[in-house]
């Protein structure tokens, strides 16, 4: 098994047992919140034609889905570093089945935008955050694995909920679709129900047997005690140092993740790679009918991406968790962003269905690598008992690429009269930030290791010279021994 970095928890995480239940109901939440906004297209017809709306008013719908949940990290964070993951969860559930059953009686498509797009885009939120983040309180040694198998929720509900929503749409129309899917998403309450509070089993203190007898057997154990009151001050010192520099740090948002190396790598790069990350995937039918390829075999390539993207990202999972990978897995991340750019930028070269059916292969292994890393590598940087305030950070910021990435990309194809220019600026979109990330992280990963080489040196220095003090007096407790006994001869 791979080595695992320090977790700083406080406990040592059980990586097993129930977690694996947890992983379960992770599966669930995640798949509901990232497939439902894109299922949800087979219901844009019908709608569009029920309100007499245009196609760029109703597209607004996912839109503001995936902008509401993006936008509510920070507020899921909130409630998860007060309340835990369980009811955040559940109350997510049950916005998500209010906000669709109330949509069922809209009578515009205001009244979508909000019960829909604000509402259940929250409610999506308030399922997402928490269950990435309590992955990390019950796994640390297999949390690569863990995290791989609760992202795969979302291919297998993407490929689930498409046929489903067409089946449901031809026998109850929009309207008891919406009441029916209500239903559904009450389901993510059973999932939050299985993410109760990790049992923390605290790590033992070093030296905490007390010495049974004097001589050289006590000299020992009070060695040991001095060395234990230098890890104790440095560790003072550490959190001293931690609590000045978060002085100006909100009660809830803890805003010096802002001057956190990895965090700013990994927020700055993300904000680039979501201007060409979902693109790709929305164009990928209309781009096949685009060369003249019938419906049925468009479509039929997201059901390949899907297949492909679903057995990848527990692969990925496992492959991160490798002695190999593990200590350096933001390097493999760089590659898995890189290597999408790659495939963006083949795309229009291939010729013919059969080209694109491999283009939905490759794309497929990228995806699911991209996705299946995303959180893990966020969590390996700042940790997993910082992880839900930076997961909520990085999700509002990043709700503007993800809002405008698509828009941006359809508008060049309106321009140029052509997808293949859309595939070429995606392309340069996750490739640039792909070697942006893997330049920075070896800066990142040579600074780690100069400021860990720094801390045990400070640390040897410092148990040095209480061991120096510490054999002094020792030197003059037996001195003052000799100097009384030589008194009492002469007496």
Known sequence: ??????????????????????????????????????SLTIYFKAIQEYFSVSYSEIAWVSSIMLAAMYA????????????????????????VGIAMVTASFGKSIMHIYLCVGVI??????????????????????????????????????LSTLAPLNQFLLDSFGWRGSFLILGSFTLNCCVAGALMRPVHKQIKPKPNAEPPKSNG???????????????????????????????????????WSLFRH?????YLVGNVIMFFGFFAPVVFLAPYAKHQGIDEYSAAFL???????????????GLIANTKWIRPRIQYFFSLAVAYNGVCHLLCPLVPGYVGLVLYAVFFGVAFGMVSSLLFEV????????????????????????????????????????????????????????????????YYNYKKLDEEERKRQSEAMRMRSGL?????????????????????????
């Not at 990290?73 to 369980?86: A, D, E, M």
């Not at 999506?124 to 694995?145: C, D, E, M, S």
């Open 261 to 265: 190396r990895g965090f700013m790598i």
């Open 72 to 95: 509510g990290g920070p507020v899921s964070s909130i409630l998860v570093n007060r309340y835990g993951s369980r009811p955040v969860v559940m109350l997510g559930g049950l916005m």
């Open 378 to 441: 966020l969590m390996d940087l700042v940790g997993a008992h910082r992880f839900s305030t930076a997961v909520g950070l990085c999700t509002i910021i990043e709700c503007g690429p993800v809002l405008l990435g698509p828009p941006i990309s359809g508008a060049l194809v309106d321009i140029y009269g052509d997808y293949k220019y859309m595939y070429y600026a995606c392309g340069v979109m996750m490739l640039v930030p792909g070697i942006f990330f893997l330049i920075m992280h």
């Open 120 to 157: 259940g885009g929250f409610g999506l939120a308030f399922n997402l955050q928490p269950a990435l983040t309590i992955i990390g309180t019950y796994f640390h040694v297999k949390r690569p694995l863990a995290n791989g198998l609760a992202m795969t929720g979302s291919p297998v509900f």
């Open 1 to 38: 098994m791979a080595p695992a970095a320090a977790a700083n928890l406080g406990y040592t995480p059980p990586d097993g047992g129930w977690g694996w239940a947890v992983v379960f109901g992770a599966f669930i939440c995640i798949g509901f919140s990232y497939a439902f906004p894109k």
């Open 467 to 491: 061991s120096v003090r510490v054999e002094g007096e020792e030197e003059h407790v037996k001195m003052s021994q000799v100097d009384e006994t030589a008194d009492e001869a002469d007496g």
């Open 302 to 316: 997201l059901s390949i991406l899907a297949l492909v993207d679903m057995f990848v990202r527990p692969g990925t």
């Open 216 to 254: 050289p057997a006590h000299e020992k154990a009070a060695t040991e005690d001095t060395h234990a009151q230098s890890a104790g001050l440095l560790a003072e010192q550490e959190q001293s140092r931690s609590s000045r520099s978060q002085g100006c740090a909100s009660k809830f948002v803890d």
